[in-house]
């Protein structure tokens, strides 16, 4: 009878210090997650020397908190995986050293995992089945970029953002409006009390065939029509209707591009599933759009629960398909901040 191989993956690409005990059956033991969410909401955004220096100091109780959770020690495991790109470079470094360190001093191999082909890996995990092949949507904080998805492994891009991700779009917004970070989350509470059509803003390419995106356009009319021209001395509005008002037309731009762009991608493509991750598919708006959308569309939608959506170390169970083919990390392998 065949072993069970028990996987211990690690994510340090930002600002969450994430470890995952899962399975060579996509079976997931425990997933833990440390936000540094904390230590960075002063600067009102992430600080990529705070960020790594937290990841040293959360990293090995992160580990051990995992392998606790999931009833095992670290002789048990078999193979290592890590988010090696992209990202933060020092932050991934934490990330890529430990697991070098721990493969090394255990003799088992090493697997490096893509964290943004993770995010959609992150819906096979939770789907329990098949997802490809598929449209990919990945929007996080860093990324907004559509893929044909053939296999787990085979992705082509088929466009992404020209300025901005949606996540720092949210991210930017909410710094405008002073509602703090991260500020995805923020938006979203505070979107719910306001009017989507009280400002009608900018949709960029919704109604042009190309598969790609422009969120800093969308940025600067929110501030505009929240400080007027006078933007240099503005202070952040109040709590009140004008204040969410701005959050739930700026969110329903976001939206509708979002799920236009996706809507075109499986028109396109002629795919009929569309799986997607990343921190803004967090966001309940969009999931509704999406799913009425792939309703319309005679589409299967994919999109894993809250906590497999942002960042973690689970979704780089995508590891279990490299591994299958042998596709292990050499001992030099590095960080790559960069993805294309
Ligand atoms: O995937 P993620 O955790 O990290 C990156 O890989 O970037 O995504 C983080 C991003 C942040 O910009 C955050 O503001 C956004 O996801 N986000 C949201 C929501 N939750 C997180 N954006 C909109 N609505 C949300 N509920
Ligand atoms: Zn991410």
């Not at 600002?15 to 969410?37: H, I, R, Y």
């Not at 891009?157 to 949606?166: E, I, K, M, N």
């Amino acid at each position: 009878m065949n072993r069970v191989t028990y996987f211990l993956a690690l994510e340090t690409s930002c600002d969450e210090t994430a470890a995952a005990v899962f399975t060579d059956e996509l079976q997931v033991l425990s997933s833990v997650v440390a936000s540094q969410t904390d230590l960075h909401a002063r600067f009102g955004g992430v600080v990529p020397e705070i960020a790594s220096r937290a990841h040293l100091r959360s990293l090995l109780p992160v580990v051990d908190d995992a392998l606790t959770r999931a009833n095992i020690g670290l002789r048990d495991i078999g193979c290592v995986a890590v988010h090696n790109t992209p990202g933060l470079v020092g932050a991934l470094l934490v990330g890529v050293s430990a697991a070098k360190a721990l493969a090394f001093g255990l003799g088992i191999p090493l697997i490096a995992v893509n964290h943004v082909v993770s995010h959609i890996f992150a819906c096979r995990l939770a789907a329990g089945r098949d997802i490809f092949p598929c449209v990919g949507l990945v929007v996080s904080g860093g990324h907004t970029a559509l893929f044909r998805c053939d296999t787990a492994l085979s992705l082509e891009l088929l466009g992404g953002t020209r300025d901005d991700a949606a996540g720092e779009a949210f991210d930017k917004v909410a710094a405008i409006l002073g509602l703090g970070f991260p500020g995805g989350p923020a938006v979203e509470r505070e979107a719910a009390a306001g009017n989507p059509k009280a400002h009608d803003f900018p949709r960029s390419f919704i109604d042009d065939g190309r598969l790609e995106f422009s969120f800093s356009g969308l940025k600067t009319a929110v501030m505009y029509a929240c400080h007027g021209q006078d933007v240099k001395r503005a202070a952040p509005p109040g709590p009140g209707q004008k204040r969410a008002d701005l959050a739930a037309s700026f969110q329903s731009a976001v939206v509708d591009v979002l799920a236009m762009k996706c809507k075109q991608a499986l028109r396109k493509t002629g795919l009929t599933r569309l799986a997607v991750g990343g921190g803004v598919s967090a966001n309940k708006p969009l999931r509704a759009a999406l799913e009425a959308m792939c309703k319309k569309e005679g589409a299967e939608l994919f999109i894993p629960p809250l906590s497999l959506c942002t960042d973690n170390a689970a979704m780089a169970a995508l590891a279990v398909e490299k591994w299958k083919l042998g596709e292990f990390a050499p001992d030099d392998l590095d960080a790559e901040p960069n993805w294309l």
